[in-house]
């Protein structure tokens, strides 16, 4: 079993930016994907940005340009967001699919406020 665990949430004033990282408890093999979810109160939690096996990196469009994920070594994943806006204010996960399971960090809350 593979635990995540996710850092970086918090206040923000709208312009601003945050780091959000996950580490996993050990390193993962055969990953098809590790990324960032968000869920908005009231909504479903979708997809933000995930990195695919082989390196090819895949945007939600309302955050292309703005956000920036990054990994390392199958056990690290992190969500660089700049500009971030008040739309933006939701729980993000972490998010890795590997050794035939998906696996989900326990989230952490991002809000966009002035």
């Known amino acids: 079993q593979v635990q995540l665990v996710e850092s970086g949430g918090g206040l923000v004033q709208p312009g601003g930016s945050l780091t959000l990282s996950c580490v996993a408890s050990?390193?993962?093999?055969?990953?098809?994907?590790m990324g960032w979810y968000r869920q908005a109160p009231g909504k479903q939690r979708r997809l933000v940005a995930r990195?695919?096996?082989?390196?090819?990196t895949q945007y939600v469009d309302s955050v292309r340009g703005r956000f920036t994920v990054s990994g390392d070594n199958a056990k690290t994943v992190s969500l660089q967001m700049n500009s971030l806006k008040p739309e933006d204010t939701a729980v993000y996960y972490c998010?890795?699919?590997?050794?035939?399971?998906?696996?989900w960090g326990q989230g952490t809350q991002v809000t966009v406020s002035s």
């Open positions: 990195i695919l096996n082989g390196g090819n």
């Open positions: 050990r390193r993962m093999f055969s990953v098809n994907s």
């Open positions: 998010g890795v699919a590997a050794d035939a399971t998906f696996y």
